[in-house]
Structures are given as C-alpha cells and as structure tokens.
C-alpha cells in the first residue's frame, strides 16, 4: 500500500523538474517512507511504553525475582531452583495447581457442552420473543463483578440458603448441608459458580456461530434421512470449531487463573481444598512475605496457561483456512 | 426450516429453565435484602414486613456516594487514555505498517492471555517505590498497561479492516496523515470505538485483583474492590450484606439495562477477537 500511495503522490509531482529525475524520485520514495515509518513507530510509542513499564517490566520481575529468597525488606538471597523445587514437593503449592485444572472442568467444559446443547435445541427459534429476552437474562452474571457473583453464591450455598431449600422441597433434604464448608463437595460447589458466570456467554457465542450456518445444509440433511444427532455431529460442531475454541481458550484462562471468586466465596478452604495459583500467590506474597516464592509460583501459572491455551490457538487457525 | 413441535417445546422449556438458573440467585439476594437487619433468614422466602429501610442503611454503612465518585475518577482516567493510546498504535500497526510493525504486534498479542496474578507481586514493589500505593493511581496506571493487549489489537484489527481509498481519497485531497486520522479514520471508527469503550468501563468497575492488593483504603477502590471490603466487615449479617450488594451492582445493572444491545454484541465480538 505504502508504494502504492508514494507512487501516486509522486506522479503529482512530476511537472516539478528537480523531482522528475528518477534519482531524485527514488530518494524521496525512500524519505517519505522513512518519515512515515517513524511516525507510526512515534504512535505506537505511548501504548507501547504503557504496556512495557506495567506489565513487560514486571513480568521480567517476577522471573527474576522466583530465584532468590526475599522477605521483601531486607537483603534477598539466590537461591537458583529452589523455588520451583518446593513447587512440586509441598503439597499446598502442587495441590492448589491440580485444584485449578480440576476447575477446568466447571468453569469450561460443563459451560460449553451445556452451551452446545442448549444453542443446538433453540437453533429453530433463535429470533423468537423469547429467545431475544433470554439473551438480556443470560447476560446477566457476564456485566456482574464475580465478587458479587461469589456473595451471592456463598449465601445460596450457605446451611439455610436456597440451594438446600430446593433440595428439601423436591425430596432430597438428605443430601443437605453446607455445601462450601464440606471437604467433599467445595471444589465442586466453587466451581459451578464459574460454570453459572461462563454459560450464557458460551451458549449465545455458540448461538450466534450457529445462526451463521447455512439453513439449505440442515434442510438437505433432513431430505437426506438425518436424524437430529446425525445433523449435529456432521453440520454444526463442524461449523462452529472457531467459536468452541474461543469459549474454550476463555473459560480455561478463567479456571486457571481464579481469584475473585475465591478469595470471597471459600478463601481457599475447607483445609486447601479450594486453593488456586491466584490465591496462594496473594498468601505468600502478602501473608507469609515469600516473595520470591510466591514468584515462582506466578511464573509457573504464567507459564502453564499459555501451555494450555497455545495450542487450542491451533485449532482456531486451521478453523479459519 | 424444518422444526419439529417436539423439538420446539424441548427447546423452550430447557431455555426457561437456564433463564430461572440464572436470575434465580438474584432474586434469592433480593428477598434476603428485605429481611430484618441481623436475622438470619431461609434463602427464599417473602419477608412478613419487607425493610426497604435496609437498602439505606446499607448506602450509609458502606459509604456509597464516596464508592461511587471513586469509581468514577478512576474510570474516567483509565478508559479515554486507554481508548485514546491504542487508537494511536492500533492506527499505526494497521494502516500506516512501519517496518517492524509485525513484531511488535506479536509483543503486544503475547500478552492478551496473562494472568494478572502473573505481574502482581512486582506491580506492589513498584507502586511503592513510586510512593503510589493506596491512592488511585495504583490501579489507574497498571490497568492502562494491562488493557494494551487487548486494545491495540482491537483497534488494529479495525484499522485493517477499513478500505483503503478511502485515505488515498484524503491524501490526494491534500490531507497530511495526521489530519487523514482525526478527520477520516477517527469518525469511522466509533462502533469499534464505542464497544471497546463498553469493554473497558465494565472490566475497570469490576476489577478486583489490583484493588484489594495494592489500595486498601475501600474509599480509594473499584466497585469490585469495596464490595469485598463491604463483605469482610458485614459478612455476618445476611440482609444488610444482600442490600449492599445490590446497591453496588445497581449502577452496572442499570447501564447494562438502558444500553444492553450494545453491552452484548461488545462482549460477544469482544470475546471473539480476543
């Protein structure tokens, strides 16, 4: 484009004979592109000092500071390793990692299957009054704080709160308890309100994807004897790879770098049983002033979301080609 | 399209059913929130003399016109500054391309999936070599930082989205670059503008991490960041802790309700780009 546009405002130009020898053309070619590339680059500069001093600089941070011991006032030790070492041999650490994958598995994987079946059943009416109400509804805990998510939740959840009053209602009083104070059921419980937050988003995503398909292919399909599966499984999840990849690649980052919800529904217990990277660094960092520990730590979520989440970008790109 | 009754009346029914899982919680909070102060009430159930009064002891207890001027400020630093550099660099890697441009896109995009917990221990030592914490500036320059990622990339993929007669049009009009930008570019831009605007207001209301790290005067906070302080010194009594926690949601409640068209296609694109 640049030549194109150089090319151009040159031509107009060329009655000015100093300009008109091709020397003299190439060199002004060459400086105005020079003097447009240098004010690109002085555009970029105010995002790019921004995002290099609050976030590139403490990240280099971070990867310096997880090699030495430091209280955070007096003199820091190197310790080389060491720090990644107790990661993998205290359990507190090396548990709070597995809980967070555990999550994955409500923050993502329960929104999205979910979210495929419900958007697959409303397919048909997607225009209807009702499913354009419900899109305002399920939005609803996406423009929420998940603070807030995580209060409402915590007193839902609570001995006397709703959860347990459903349960008595329709049968079940026995199972009844409270459900994130019990060793046995807190990970789960924490996890459904990542699985209650990330729904709606995933299932309209899905939706939207799903509107976008072609109805003549459904119409064949059905011509050709295919059963609703047969449709699903040949057609839409097909259709929809880039979409399931970004909800996916959401969710997970979600799951894995948890916080709010935590830190106000459990603050990590019963016992360690709901302690998550994000939650564990705080306690370290500011509790126990480990800082290089908490460090390592933070490097390690650092690394292992991008572990996670780079390959699914794969499965995103080939959806597009 | 071909749809059966039976599949109709399934869909319906499961998409009302998810519709009650979701509003159902809020509901819960709200009769809650009408039950005598200190009492300890069942999750659903109609007071016998609802306390509307609650809802204003809740606004005094938790000191809301303070809260909300504190948001406020902080928004309406960290979103027309954010809004306004990633403009710039979003025009610059998209339309203008200088030599690099592809680098420093990558830098940029690297940072689109870090968790924030990743920087946080370095981002404490800084503000307080820069004698910053507990003021506002703690979480209004780091979040300026932390949005880059993801509004440049934004901005940039709009930027090369945009035809480009349209700035040959300008330049053989006469108009030098930076006019082509305010004149043409700017005004063309106002959709991606305004749902990253969306995008960036509701993510700077409802940040969390930064605000119980590195201020912790709840005066000085995000919403986000009062309410927790709010739930650590209520927390035992169930009412008044529902009625303060509405009355926190109610600003991004009602804004979502008056502009919600906008609110979801931000997010939905949103969460596509990124």
């Known amino acids: 484009m640049n030549q194109r546009l150089t090319g151009r405002a040159s031509a107009r130009r060329e009655d000015t004979p100093a300009l008109g020898s091709p020397e003299s053309r190439r060199r002004a070619i060459k400086a105005r592109r020079l003097r447009r590339g240098g004010l690109a680059l002085l555009l970029v500069a105010p995002a790019a000092l921004a995002y290099i001093v609050f976030v590139l600089r403490p990240m280099a941070q971070s990867i310096q500071f997880s090699f030495y011991e430091w209280n955070g006032v007096t003199e820091s030790t190197w310790v080389g390793l060491d720090n990644y070492a107790a990661i993998l041999r205290e359990p507190e650490m090396s548990g709070s990692i597995l809980n967070a994958f555990q999550l994955i598995i409500y923050f993502s994987f329960i929104p999205v299957l979910l979210g495929l079946f419900t958007a697959n059943t409303i ?133 894995l770098a948890s916080f709010d919800i935590i830190y106000i529904s459990t603050q990590g217990g019963p016992g360690n049983r709901t302690l998550v990277p994000g939650l564990e660094i705080y306690r370290l960092a500011f509790f126990n002033r480990e800082i290089g520990q908490a460090s390592a730590l933070a490097v390690a979520l650092m690394a292992l979301v991008l572990l996670v989440v780079l390959p699914l970008q794969r499965l995103n790109r080939e959806g597009d080609s | 399209m071909i749809v059966s009754r039976r599949e109709t009346w399934l869909g319906r029914t499961m998409l009302i059913l998810l519709m009650a899982v979701t509003i159902l919680p809020f509901i819960s909070l709200f009769v809650t929130a009408l039950h005598p102060s200190g009492t300890y009430p069942s999750g659903l159930e109609w007071p016998e003399s609802p306390q509307w009064s609650n809802f204003v002891d809740a606004f005094k207890v938790a000191d809301m016109g303070t809260l909300l001027w504190s948001s406020f400020l902080i928004e309406i630093a960290v979103v027309p500054v954010s809004l306004f550099i990633a403009t710039l660099a979003g025009f610059a890697l998209g339309h203008l391309r200088p030599p690099g441009a592809r680098i420093i896109l990558v830098a940029f995009v690297l940072g689109l999936t870090l968790p924030r917990e990743g920087v946080i221990v370095p981002l404490y030592y800084q503000m307080r070599d820069l004698g910053l914490l507990n003021t506002r500036w703690a979480i209004i320059l780091p979040l300026i930082g932390l949005y880059m990622p993801f509004a440049v990339y934004w901005m940039r993929a709009h930027f090369v989205n945009m035809p480009e007669d349209i700035s040959e049009a300008a330049r053989i009009d006469g108009a030098s670059t930076w006019q082509m930008f305010w004149r043409v570019h700017v005004p063309l831009s106002m959709p991606a503008l305004s749902s990253l605007a969306i995008l960036l207001f509701l993510w700077t209301w409802n940040q969390f991490l930064l605000a119980v790290v590195l201020v912790s005067d709840p005066a000085q906070r995000t919403m986000a960041g009062a309410l927790g302080a709010f739930q650590g010194q209520w927390g035992t009594d169930i009412p008044l802790l529902c009625a303060g926690s509405l009355l926190i949601l109610a600003p991004t409640l009602i804004v979502f309700l008056v502009f919600q068209r906008q609110f979801v296609s931000a997010l939905l694109q949103g969460s596509l780009k990124g």
């Open chain 1, 123 to 255: 397919r048909g009416f997607a225009t209807s009054r009702l499913a354009i109400v419900s899109r305002t509804v399920l939005f609803l805990p996406q423009i929420i704080p998940l603070v807030a998510a995580g209060i409402m939740w915590s007193w839902l959840y609570a001995s006397n709160g709703m959860v347990n009053q459903v349960l008595e209602a329709i049968g079940l009083g026995g199972v009844a308890r409270a459900w994130l104070g019990d060793f046995d059921t807190a990970l789960p419980a924490v996890g459904l309100i990542g699985a209650w937050v990330a729904l709606g988003l995933c299932m309209l995503l899905l939706l939207a994807g799903m509107t976008k398909i072609d109805p003549a292919l459904y119409e064949a399909a059905r011509i050709d004897g295919a059963g609703p599966w047969r449709e699903f499984f040949a057609i839409t999840l097909p259709s929809l790879r880039q979409e399931i990849a970004v909800c996916v690649t959401v969710t997970v980052i979600a799951a």
